[in-house]
DNA sequence: CTGAAAGCGCTTACAG
DNA sequence: CTGAAAGCGCTTACAG
C-alpha cells in the first residue's frame, strides 16, 4: 500500500557516497568536495527525495516543528495570530502544531507536555491564567518558548506583549474627558495579568476623580448567560455611562443586550472594546477599539524564537508593543440630563427572538 | 541542559521485565500476565513515562497526529472547524497539524506533502480549487483523508460536504417569491466546486421566470479591492436587487459598500449571505444567512476518519448535511416602484474614512 | 506468555 | 574531506 519513499540510503547509494555525507551536505554539518557534493544534491533531485522528520528528531531531540498554545481559535484575535505563524513558520520549514487550552491551565499544562513529547523545536505560548506549571515544564524540557500577548513574571521567558496600561489609561481618560462619571469595565478573569494591568490604569485614572469605576467578571463563555447577567445590572439602576468591553465576544453580547433593552449607544450608554473585531466598522454605531498589531506581534514573537532557537541562553528577550485607540461613534460626550444616575432600563424587547437562558 | 526522559528501557528495568513486554501492555498488542502488567503499570506511574511518538512514528510508519488543511483560519468558519476539530482530536489523543493552503494548489500540494513526511495518521482537507495533485500524492501515501466543505469528484476519497444546491435553490426562490427578478451572486472563484453548484442552483430557480441572475467573481482578498470592484457595479447602473454574499467577507464589504453609496438595505438592495459570520445578528439590518453546522460538520468528519484509520480499505464514506435559510431583516419585498431598473447608486459618502484603493 | 534482537531513517563523534 | 558504526526510543516478528 504505501510505497517506500526513498531514505538518505538510497540517495547515498545512487550518488555512490556514505550516508553520513549525504546528511553532511543537507545540513551543511561538514564540508564536503565540490563534485560529491554535486553528485548528492543531483540524486536527491532524482529521486526527489525529503527527509523523515521522525528519524531526524529521534536522533536529534528535536523537531523542525513550533507548538502554538493558545485559548480558542474560535476567538477572532487569536485565529488571526495562529495565521500570521503558520505563514512565517511554514516559509522557514516549520510546521505548526496548533493546540489549545481553553483557559485552563490544566488541560494547558497536559497539551503542552504533549507537544513536549513530540520535542518541538519551539512554542509560541499565550498563556492562560496560571501558567506556572506549565512554563515549568516547559523550561525543564529546555525547550525554547516565547510568552504572547498574555505577560508572565518578567525575567525567565522572552515575551511579547502590550502595553495595555497605556492603552487602558489613554481609553480611561479620554471617556473621562467626554463627561463619563460612572464607568464598568467587563472582563472574562480578574486574575488574568492583561486583565490585573488594565483594571489597574483604569482605577489610576479614575484617582483623584469623582469617576467611579467597576468591574463586572463574567467567567462564562455562554453568550446566553453573558447577556442574562448584564439585563441584571441594567435592570440593577445607577447604570454605567461608559462600558469598556475586554473582548469582542463582550462587545457583542452588550450590543445585544442594549438592543434587547432598547438602550442606546451612544447616548444612553457609551461602548468600546479591547480587541478589535472584524465587524468594527459594520455595526451602528461603529465600535470604538484598542486595536492590537496583530502581524506584528507575530514577526516579534517569531524573531524572538528564532534567535533563542539559535541561542539558548541568551539574555532574555522582551517587546511591549503599542495598542491604539480608534474612537468612533459608540462613544459620545455625557450630556448632564443623560447621566444614568438612578436610571433602569427594563423594557425588554418582546419582539426580540432571543433566548434568554436562566432569566 | 535537558534532563532525560524515562525511556521505555527504564519502564523496563524498574519493571524486571523486557522493553517488549512493556510496550505490550502500552498497546494491548499481546496479553501479559497480570502481575507482570500491574508491575509495568505501576513503574510507568512512578516514573510518569510517556511514549516517545517519534519512535514510535518512525517505527510504525504513523504518528498519533493529524493534519487539518483549510484554506484560511482567518475565516471565522474554518477557525471554528479547526476548533472543533482540535478538541475531539486532542480528547482521542491526537495532536492537530495545522497547514493553511491559502487556497492555492501548489502551497497546498507543498504543505501536504511536508505533512505527510510526518508520517500523520489522518487528514482532515478543505480542498483548494484543484486539488488533485494533492489527493493524488495523499492516496499514493495511503493516508487515510476525509474532504471536508467542498465536495470533489465521487468515488475516491470519503467526504463530508453541505446541500449547496438545496440551499441555494432555497435562497433564490424565497428572493423569486418576494419580487426579485435581477439577482447578483458575488463569489471568490467560480471554479470551485461548491460555488459551480450554488450558480447551478441559482440558474435552475431562475430557469422559466423572467429572473436574470448574475455571477460577480471577485478573485482579491483584499478590502479595498473588492468594495472599489462593487462601486463600479453599483455605479454601471441596473443594479440588482437582491445580492447573495458566498461568505462573510463579502458580505462584509458590501455593506461597507451599500454606507458608502448611501444604498439602503433591504429597502434599495436586499442581501443575503453564506457563511454565516458571528456578526450576523449584530448589523442592522439584521444579515440573512445560509447558516452552516460546522460542529456536526467536525464531528462526522472525525467519525469518518477514525474509521478509515480503522480500516482502510472499507467503502468510501459521504454525508451531505443540510444549511439552513435564516431570513432576517436585510432581505424584504420589492416594490414594483423600487426595482433599481436603470439605477445607479453614485453617491460617494464624502465623509466617510474609507480608503478607495484603485479608485 | 516472554525475551532477545533487528530495524524504522536519520545524525554524529570517531578514525583515517 | 570521507566512511563505518553506534545509537535516538520504540515495535514486532521470531523463538522458546
Redesign the pocket.
Known sequence: MKP??????DVAARA?????????V??G?????GK??QRVLDAIDALS????P???G????RTPVVGVCVPHTSVAYFAKLVDAFEDVASSRGFEIMQILSHDNPRIEHKRIASLLSYHVGGIILVPSVDPTSTLDAIARSGTPVVVVDRPVAQGRFDQVTFDNRNAMMQAARGLIRLGHRRIMFVVRQRALATTRERITALRAAARGTEVTTRVLECASYDADAIRARLVEIFRGGNVPTAIIASNSMFAACLLRTFEMLRIRCPQDVSLLAFDQPDWAELVTPKLSVVRQPTMEVARKAWEFLISRMDNETGPVQTAELHADLVLAASVSRVRPAEDNRGKRFDTLAGSSPLRLGGL
Do not use: D, E, M, W
Not at 16 to 24: E, K, P, Y
Not at 29 to 33: I, M, Q, W
Not at 49 to 52: A, E, H, M
Not at 58 to 61: D, G, K, P, Y
Open positions: 517506500n519513499r526513498p531514505t538518505i540510503l555512490g557516497v556514505s550516508a553520513g555525507t549525504v546528511s553532511h543537507l545540513n554539518s561538514a564540508k564536503v568536495s560529491r557534493r527525495y525529503t527527509r523523515n521522525l528519524a531526524q529521534l536522533r536529534q531531540l
